[in-house]
């Protein structure tokens, strides 16, 4: 998704406030399934909440101390953990940060990063694989019911097409 | 041969490695047996050790430990795992832990391991903090 805002308007509302997160307010269309279609106005360009601002710093720190995680940090395994996995994890976490509130971010003995949270009566993971591939799965909290995605390559439209249906629509 | 664990109420203590804890959420990976476990987690017995006792042995032979949790043998029987007795005897420069056991996960694919894992970890933290 491209979302175009004048530069002069970013200038003039955000002078010294450059390389902080902003959030958007837009006006999308959509077409007769509810897929997304366009952009329509863009409202608002916000600074983004500062609590949400907090958790994302924290959650970027936690996954620079990954970067610092020998071979051998769990008790003599672990895998020195992937930077590919660390940089993935870290998109992931900007692109969505509607949980950042809930994220907890943990190394995987493989060397990959794993986000976990609870959304909806959900317990879900998102997990970044040392190779670059990306998975997501879960179990009901309550229930006996769980899920597990196919492997993804990329943060692509695909991948993040799955977490909103996993995610997002069960907040509805 | 190993003893199978039948007391349903025993817990049975597992050790949370620093890595798997932030700000009081537990990561699922703690409950997840890693290749080199042969797809066995290593528990404690509390009919044998305390969660303090279970941890400072495990902080005495070299490994790290944030917090104790614990499970049931019969909540680790409800996600189809079995669980049973392996004493381990001292050797090189490590004490014996006689109250060690093994929750078996081999008969369940690595997919079928990890949501197990998010179950039981959520099961631990309502448990609570052992130590």
């Given amino acids: ?95 969505r940060p509607t949980f950042a509130e809930t994220y907890g971010l943990f190394p995987t003995e493989g060397g990959g990063v794993l986000v976990e949270f609870q959304t909806n009566g959900w317990d879900i993971s998102v ?21 597990f995605s196919p492997k993804y390559q990329d943060l692509g439209d695909d991948f993040f097409a799955e977490f909103d249906r996993r995610a997002e629509v069960r907040r509805l | 041969m190993k003893t199978s664990l039948t007391e349903m109420a025993e817990l049975l203590f597992r050790q949370i490695h620093p890595n798997f804890i932030q700000n009081g959420q537990i990561g699922s990976p703690a409950f997840c047996p890693t290749p080199k476990d042969d797809n066995k987690l290593s528990v404690d017995r509390s009919s044998m050790t305390t969660p303090q006792a279970s941890r400072q042995l495990f902080v005495s032979n070299g490994g790290k430990s944030q917090g104790v949790y614990a499970l049931s043998v019969e909540e680790f029987q409800q996600e189809n795992l079995t669980c049973q007795a392996d004493p381990i005897e001292a050797e090189d420069n ?31 933290m309502a448990r609570g903090l052992q130590a």
């Fill in chain 1, 1 to 95: 998704m491209r979302v175009t805002v004048d530069r002069d308007r970013v200038r003039n509302e955000f002078d010294g406030n450059t390389g902080r997160a902003v959030q958007f307010s837009l006006l999308i269309e959509l077409d007769r399934h509810e897929n997304f279609r366009s952009i329509v106005d863009v409202y608002e360009v916000d600074l983004i909440d500062q609590e949400f601002a907090n958790r994302l710093e924290e959650s970027k720190s936690r996954l620079a101390d990954f970067h610092r995680l020998a071979g051998g940090w769990y008790n003599g395994d672990g895998e020195k953990i992937s930077p590919r996995a660390i940089r993935a994890a870290e998109t992931f976490l900007i692109r």
């Fill in chain 2, 94 to 124: 490590k004490l014996a832990n006689p109250a060690h056991a093994i929750a078996d996960y081999s008969a369940h694919s690595q997919k079928e391991q990890k949501n197990k894992a998010k179950r039981l970890k959520l099961k631990a």
């Fill in chain 1, 127 to 147: 997990e970044f694989y040392a190779s670059g591939e990306i998975e997501i799965f879960g179990v009901e909290i309550d229930g006996r019911a769980e899920f």
